[in-house]
């Protein structure tokens, strides 16, 4: 089965630092995800990637998906307290649209 | 819009007794999912549906059982509570599955299984 690797798992960073977070995948990725969610809510939709090499933004968040397909990043430019919460990455499950796998998340913690 | 909401928020119940969680979404969407998340393992589809009336397994279906009699809810059940099944429990819903459409979720059922 496709399985997601997050790293790290947890992030504390000081606020205004910049952070990545990764999502490894061991399978080819058709369509990738990525999710926000704050302690005891639900998740919020980020992003999609689908093809190789895309490369997408939202204020101040980017995802990459690399070239082959197996792997996307998330960086966050100039954190903010507002940045922390867990982040998921989120796949298609190969073979089945309807099936969906998430990574174990990234708890992000900003220090102001 | 209220989106995607989820009833109850909070629950404990003792190992053997019933109970459903009822996910309700406002935006006309076809598919339906409910997932389950534990610590260090993420999200994990339990059951979903791809239309009024019908439903599949997801990866972990055993345990649960769902119905979508009407195409803006969708039940999970739990006919015999087991400690196993203590999680946190979210349904989403997506106007359709492809590989473009995003999943909205709802904030969430805290189950305890004592």
């Known amino acids: 089965s496709q399985e997601l690797e997050q790293s790290p798992q947890s992030l504390i960073v000081q606020e205004g630092k910049n952070l990545t977070i990764n999502c490894t995948s061991s399978k080819t990725l058709y369509g990738l995800y990525w999710y926000k969610q704050k302690y005891g809510e639900g998740l919020i939709f980020l992003m999609m990637?689908?093809?190789?090499?895309e490369e997408k933004s939202h204020e101040k968040i980017t995802a990459k998906l690399d070239e082959k397909k197996q792997q996307s990043s998330l960086h966050i430019t100039a954190s903010q307290p507002s940045h922390a919460g867990i982040y998921l990455c989120?796949?298609?499950?190969?073979?089945?649209?309807?099936?969906?796998?998430f990574g174990a998340g990234t708890r992000l913690t900003v220090k102001p | 819009n209220a989106g995607v909401t989820q009833t109850p928020k909070f629950r404990v119940l003792k190992t053997g007794q019933s109970m459903t969680l009822l996910c309700a979404q406002d935006m006309n969407h076809e598919y339906m999912y409910w997932y389950r998340q534990d610590p260090g393992m993420g999200l994990r589809l339990i059951h979903y549906?791809?239309?009024?009336?019908?439903?599949a397994k997801g990866e972990v279906p055993d345990g649960y059982n769902v119905s979508r009699l009407k195409k803006q809810n969708f039940l999970l059940g739990l006919e015999s509570a087991a400690p196993s099944q203590t999680s946190v429990y979210f349904c989403?819903?997506?106007?359709?599955?492809?590989?473009?459409?995003?999943?909205?979720f709802g904030p969430g059922t805290r189950l305890t299984v004592l």
């Open positions: 989403a819903s997506s106007y359709a599955r492809v590989r473009t459409d995003t999943q909205y």
């Open positions: 989120g796949a298609d499950k190969v073979g089945n649209n309807n099936d969906m796998r």
């Open positions: 549906s791809v239309g009024e009336g019908t439903t």
């Open positions: 990637l689908q093809k190789g090499g």
